[in-house]
């Protein structure tokens, strides 16, 4: 079969006639979406919010080192980031929660929008919503606040029509 036949007959559905089944052209056995290499970048990007961060990276990996498709690459970029709890993709539901009874407000807050991005649990959701009126403040909205409290302070004492300094 010529080069030309080939390109005619490969499907969407299965490897090219020349790869042998359960590998893939550049290397993309092993990742998280079957038959990578194969699918549209819309197809891909589709399926992407489905993943770990660690499935993520060995996607964001191999997709630069191979076809580097701008529409994949940017949604990865929107994707990727640090998970809110140390291998918090791992955790299920109950084991969230109780780290959650035990996290300050930023933590719940980062907890609760990772989840809303990506995995979108509704008892997670619905336990960090719980939390969060009752959990203690983070150093850093401690520090926030009274820098605000400064700044509203300061001018408060400055005539008016001075602008401030």
């Known amino acids: 079969m010529g080069l030309l036949d080939r390109f005619r007959n490969r ?19 092993g990742l998280a ?51 809110p709890l140390p291998g918090y993709d791992a955790l299920d539901p109950d084991q969230i929660g109780e780290e959650l009874a035990k996290s300050n407000s930023e933590r719940v ?23 969060l009126p009752e959990a203690p403040q983070s150093a850093n909205e401690i520090r926030a606040r009274e820098e605000k409290s400064a700044r509203v302070r300061a001018n408060l004492r400055r005539p008016p029509g001075k602008p401030p300094a």
């Open 33 to 83: 979406i079957a038959g990578y290499d194969r699918l549209k970048p819309r197809q891909i990007v589709d399926r992407l919010h489905e993943l770990s961060q660690v499935e993520l990276a060995a996607i964001e990996e191999h997709e630069r080192a191979h076809e580097a498709r701008p529409a994949v690459l940017s949604k990865l970029g929107y994707l990727r980031r640090g998970e």
């Open 109 to 131: 807050r980062a907890v609760r929008d990772y989840e809303r991005t990506f995995k979108q649990r509704r008892q997670v959701m619905d336990e960090a919503a719980r939390v």
């Open 11 to 29: 499907s969407a559905e299965g490897p090219p006639s020349d790869v042998e089944p359960g590998q893939e052209r550049g290397g993309s056995q």
